[in-house]
């Protein structure tokens, strides 16, 4: 297997971890007895510097590994526009962003509820982080599948 392909996974079993310390599910017992407009905001700046930081450390290499693809492959750049497709977006990809969009608008909805509410329910800033954590999860299993076909059709 590739170098690079180990490298994501390994970075990618960090994130889960990193994720999982952040996000991790919490259990009744760890419901705050109070919270505020801010700790709503701040769950979900957390999870968004998250997301942004596994898109920028996967992107390049993504792109890095479409390029050799193409160049292995000798194809025009208009063949690469329509040959790159398959490899980010298929039908188990688009199960990933459906979910994404599902999870979106919930954390949107909840967030929105949480922090304009006169008494934040604390339980529900639970749950927020929760969603929040499948939310990155999904997005890293994307991630991970994208590498995998594409390091699959290098090795070819």
């Known amino acids: 297997m590739g170098g690079c392909r180990k490298r994501v996974v390994c970075q990618a079993g960090g994130f889960i971890l990193a994720a999982f ?11 705050p007895a109070t919270c505020s407009r801010e700790d709503f905001e701040s769950v979900v700046e957390e999870a968004a510097g998250s997301l ?3 898109n920028a450390k996967n992107r390049p290499m993504f ?8 160049d292995k492959r000798h194809w025009t750049h208009d063949q690469f526009i329509e040959k790159a497709k398959p490899f980010v977006k ?4 688009s199960v990933y962003d459906q979910k994404t969009d599902e999870l979106l ?6 967030g929105q509820e949480g922090a304009s ?4 329910d604390c339980s529900l800033m639970v749950e927020l982080r929760t969603r929040m954590k499948l939310l990155v999860d999904t997005q890293l299993a994307k991630w991970v599948y994208m590498f ?5 059709e290098l090795a070819n």
Do not use: C, N, W
Not at 21 to 31: H, L, M, Y
Not at 63 to 70: D, H, I, N, S, V
Not at 90 to 93: A, Q, R
């Open 90 to 93: 298929d039908d188990k990809t």
């Open 148 to 152: 995998q076909k594409l390091d699959a």
């Open 52 to 54: 942004r930081d596994l």
């Open 63 to 70: 792109q890095e590994k479409l390029r050799e693809l193409k």
């Open 21 to 31: 310390v952040a996000f991790g599910t919490p259990r009744a017992a760890e419901v």
């Open 105 to 110: 608008s919930a954390i949107a909805s909840m």
């Open 117 to 120: 509410a006169q008494s934040p």
